[in-house]
């Protein structure tokens, strides 16, 4: 049982669990106290000091979300004290921040800006702190924008990287007047560790730190006459579009979204979900043929655990942080270079389109996508697989943008050839997605049964645990694959960097006795991704969890071996997997990275 | 507070005595408890500046179920003014030592930590050789207690307790948010007593002489007595150890230069006394009697008519606008508010009514401010504009 205590909240007496903060329990009675510097995702800061209230009997304010309650607490939310202290405060924040509000990125949604026009700060008597101070903005990066100028130094981007992602990238240094978040030397965000996951964008409260856009340059490609236009979508696009479009978290529209892809003039709409299932194929084969080579051919210089590769945050971070371990990573390509690199080949000669004149867009829930499409190694069609990255919250720009009221479009499907999906597919935008996936396709194809699990629905690598262990037994296999009769396929899922490194820390200290390991770089896996709907928090990634699984029971086709358009793809083009085809446009290689 | 008619010299700090080993092992022959009501008793308030009674700081660490528990002794003498600190470490940095171990008894801790100020690494020598014959000592009178030296790196916000703590453990020195407070869970997340030098040896004249005859020094809420850093325009700069509770006038007749205009006490983050205050104004920690009370950690500087008040508190501010740790709006933001602002004042670019903005501003710094520095900027900013607003403004 937990213990309570007594406190009063602006006069009105409540019983609070002890240990709960004044930010807690005041939310818990329905007051809002303004945060800035606070977020769910991370450690308590208490820095930006907007939520102090009064403490009776205390001369001093206390910050609401660093101060546990205590018995016989007197607190007052909006004294004429806190009041004047925290608009004081605001105003000294705007003072130093680059307040250009109508040519922010962010315009519209920046917690500064909102707290400013709640407290209706309508002047500014304080000096402005911008123009005397030297900022640059980091623009090298493909995926994200660093301007400092609309730093508020509330650290939320430092502690995502650090706590969230165990990647240090950003940091703070100096003080005092000088005192400003960046990198090891002052270097470009390019040239640092940096895995251009995003999650800082994403718990940025202002435009400080924001993706690099690519909205002009596709609308210019949409409108050009010449050009076949192609757009794939990701699985976690069409669960949290909707909130950047006024709609409560948990929605999944995908045909709402398809159809305003239609609309937005996009030649052909394809998903990217078809080569989700593709992944599944090459990847799921990697892993047999890995564990025949382990287990039968007891060939040493195969690397066990086999990790994940579809996260372009996970790989660049571990080819800067576990370089030894590249061998460990699937040589498949993520979904979304797979698929650049089939549109400009398959699909172009399929539709008897040069493909110098198919530019490939992507819709992706992530900023290091972003990177990804921009790696040269991604070129294997013989030209840019990719030609650009959208994150979901520039999809809904362009959706604005053209004017389109979402709420009256009529569902449409995805356009064929590459625009089938099974539900296995739709659940890689969760984490654990990818290994349930996988094993719906590889435990089928070695026992010639389905996973023995209620509905297809493999429980134990669902939920939200950073780290999540799994192992699933075979027993009587099919011929081919007799030597894994008996063989306990042990399983491991983990998402954020931070859970990530400690995997990783176990596999290099040879620990961990693992066979497949799903890593994903941000929180939730792709739901939770840097490009997604701002803001993000535990409660709304798990709205869209729902959506995604929902999404999937729902589907006709529930294993990727059962995509129609995989099948032909393979009987068409690419003949095996692994084959020779696969091995030039589907599978790539990696790079070791300092560690700075 | 009392008014006495002259400044009692004391000598207890810099008394040579050369018996630290028979204070050491007559004190650890003790009760624990004993020492700790003996300190009370004394009512020994910090000597850093902020005044915390030094006998509960003691016990709740002391009361604490944890096993590894830490002594650390503040030496990160960054007050603009006070020099004291490098001269107890120089002159008698045994009783130091001796004070440390018999906190460490008494709080059950086997770790002392001396952080001392980046400046002062030239004591650095002398210190370890001090400190490995202490060590020589507890290890002959298997006495486990270990103290290590922890150099800083030049930061004053690293004076801050908590802040010192976070650049012990390799962190960027910033101060944490309170509660938990360093008795509860200090350095490595363990209570820790943190006393500032002086303080601790004013606990080896406790211990060596007796509570009462320490609190029969000072005046009430201020008992013993203080070292003081005298510095500015004076005849006789230097440290001086004197009892609690004088007034500034008396002081001001002792060292001033016979045209002190005003004198500020307790460092840039301490307050400005004009010369009409000084018969009102007394040297300690507050209490129920009439006047002006001052706590100091011991920084007193004088100035003459020749000196330019707008220039002092902008000598301040600088200081300020850099050392503070950036991590807070209120003082990251309003040091350089208040920096720029009376600059702009004295241009003419600011109406002079700008300085009751900046003296708001600097009530929000004391009430929202994360730490004690951005807390008592308010401090000098107020009392020097406040007192000296024609020279602001003209």
């Known amino acids: 049982m937990s213990k309570k205590v007594n406190i009063t909240i602006n006069g009105f007496p409540v019983e609070i669990t002890t240990g709960k903060t004044i930010l807690e329990a005041a939310e818990e009675q329905g007051i809002t106290i303004p945060t800035l510097c606070h977020h769910k995702d991370l450690c308590v800061a208490g820095n930006c000091r907007v939520c102090v209230v009064e403490v009776a009997g205390q001369n001093r304010l206390s ?115 000088k005192m400003k978040i960046t990198t090891f030397f002052e270097k470009a965000m390019r040239d640092v560790v940096c895995t251009n996951c995003g999650q800082c964008v994403n718990h ?117 942080m576990f370089p030894e371990h590249l061998k460990n990573l699937s040589t498949c390509k993520s979904p979304q270079q797979m698929f650049g690199a089939l549109v400009k080949t398959y699909y172009a ?73 099974s539900g296995a597919a739709v659940i890689f935008g969760a984490t654990g997605g990818v290994m349930e996936a996988a094993l719906r396709t590889a435990y089928e194809i070695v026992t010639g049964r389905e996973v023995p699990f209620e509905n297809l629905n493999i429980t134990p690598v669902r939920g939200s645990d950073g780290i999540r262990e799994a192992t699933i037994k075979i027993e009587n296999p099919v011929e081919e694959w007799a030597f894994l009769d008996g063989v306990e396929l042990k399983c491991a899922i983990a998402h954020g960097l931070i859970n990530a490194k400690s995997v990783m820390e176990s596999v290099r200290a040879g620990t961990a006795d693992y066979h497949f390991v799903e890593f994903m770089a941000c929180p939730g896996g792709c739901l939770g991704g840097g490009g997604q709907p701002i803001p993000t928090n535990p409660e709304i990634r798990q709205k869209r969890a729902e959506a995604i699984y929902a999404e999937d029971e729902g589907l006709p086709i529930r294993k990727s071996h059962e995509n129609h358009e995989i099948t032909k793809l393979y009987k068409d083009f690419l003949k095996e997997p692994l084959g020779e085809v696969s091995h030039h446009l589907l599978h790539t290689k990696y790079t070791k990275r300092e560690r700075y | 507070m009392a008014t006495s008619n002259q400044l009692k010299r004391v000598d207890f700090i810099f008394r040579n005595e050369n018996d630290w080993e028979k204070i050491l092992s007559s004190t650890l022959k003790k009760k624990p408890q004993d020492l700790i009501n003996e300190l009370i008793s004394s009512e020994l308030k910090g000597r850093g500046g902020a005044g915390f009674p030094t006998g509960l700081k003691w016990k709740l660490t002391a009361e604490s179920k944890e096993k590894e528990k830490y002594v650390i002794c503040n030496a990160d003498e960054g007050e603009p003014g006070t020099f004291k600190d490098r001269e107890i470490l120089s002159r008698v940095p045994y009783k130091v030592l001796t004070a440390m171990a018999i906190c460490g008894y008494i709080t059950g801790a086997k770790r002392g930590y001396i952080y001392l100020r980046g400046e002062y690494k030239f004591l650095l020598p002398e210190l370890n050789k001090v400190i490995d014959e202490f060590d020589y000592y507890c290890k002959e009178t298997d006495l486990d207690f270990k103290i290590s030296i922890f150099m800083g790196s030049g930061a004053y916000i690293c004076g801050e307790e908590t802040a010192l703590m976070e650049s012990m453990e390799g962190k960027r020195g910033e101060p944490r948010n309170k509660p938990p407070f360093p008795t509860q869970s200090g350095f490595k997340g363990k209570p820790t007593v943190i006393n500032n030098v002086e303080t601790l040896v004013h ?17 009430q809420y201020s008992r013993g007595t203080k070292l003081f850093s005298v510095s500015g325009d004076t005849p006789k700069p230097g440290i001086y150890e004197l009892e609690l509770g004088m007034s500034l006038q008396d002081f001001v007749y002792e060292f001033g230069d016979g045209d002190t205009k005003a004198v500020q006490v307790g460092g840039a983050s301490g307050f400005l006394v004009p010369r009409k205050k000084f018969k009102d104004a007394a040297i300690g920690f507050k209490g129920k009697l009439t006047g002006i009370s001052l706590p100091t950690g011991g920084s007193m500087m004088l100035f003459n008519s020749s000196r330019s008040m707008f220039n002092v508190l902008d000598n301040y501010l600088e200081f300020f606008r850099e050392e503070s740790c950036g991590q807070c709006t209120p003082c990251r ?62």
């Open chain 1, 63 to 177: 910050a609401a979300c660093a101060t546990p309650c205590e018995e016989g607490m007197e607190i007052l939310t909006n004294s004429l004290k806190v009041r004047n202290s925290r608009k004081q405060i605001i105003e000294l924040l705007l003072a130093e921040h680059n307040a250009d509000c109508t040519k922010c990125y962010r315009n519209g949604n920046c917690e500064l800006q909102t707290l400013a026009s709640e407290y209706k700060i309508m002047t500014q008597d304080f000096i402005e702190l911008v123009p005397l101070k030297h900022f640059s903005i980091d623009a090298y990066s493909p995926s994200i924008i660093k301007d400092d100028s609309k730093c508020i130094r509330c650290q939320r981007c430092v502690r995502t990287c650090a706590g969230l992602q165990g990647v240090n990238a950003l940091t703070v240094a100096h003080k005092g007047d």
């Open chain 1, 204 to 320: 940025c409260p202002t435009g400080a730190l924001v993706e690099k856009n690519y909205i002009e340059e596709v609308w210019e490609a949409i409108a050009n006459p010449n050009k076949h236009v192609v757009v794939q979508t990701a699985p976690a696009v069409r669960v949290g579009l909707g909130e950047e479009l006024g709609m409560k978290p948990g929605k999944s529209i995908t045909g709402k979204m398809v159809a305003a892809l239609k609309r937005l003039g996009f030649d052909s709409v394809l998903d990217t979900d078809f080569t989700a299932d593709l992944t599944i194929i090459e990847e799921g084969t990697e892993l047999l043929t890995r564990l025949k080579k382990a287990l039968v051919d007891k060939d040493e210089s195969v690397s066990l655990p086999m990790a994940t590769s579809c996260s372009p945050g996970w790989i660049k971070y571990i080819e800067h």
């Open chain 1, 349 to 421: 000669n399929a539709r008897n389109i040069k493909p110098e004149d198919i530019v490939s867009v992507s819709i992706m829930p992530c900023t290091a996508k972003k990177y990804e499409a921009f790696r040269p190694e991604m070129h294997d069609s013989g030209y840019r697989d990719v030609d650009y990255v959208l994150t979901t919250r520039e999809l809904a720009i362009l959706i604005k943008q053209a004017g389109l009221d979402f709420n009256k479009l009529e569902p449409a499907k995805y356009d064929r050839l590459m625009g089938e999906s």
């Open chain 2, 203 to 219: 606990t080896f004249t406790i211990f060596k002489y007796g509570a009462k005859k320490f609190y029969d020094l000072g005046v």
């Open chain 2, 333 to 394: 933001v309003g040091c350089q508010q208040l920096l720029l602002g009376i600059k702009a004042v004295k241009r003419g670019e600011k109406p002079a009514s700008y300085l009751d903005k900046l003296l708001r501003l600097t009530e929000t710094m004391q009430y929202t401010a994360k730490c004690g520095l951005g807390q008592s900027v308010a401090n000098s900013f107020s009392s020097i504009v406040e007192n000296f607003r024609e020279e602001m403004i003209y």
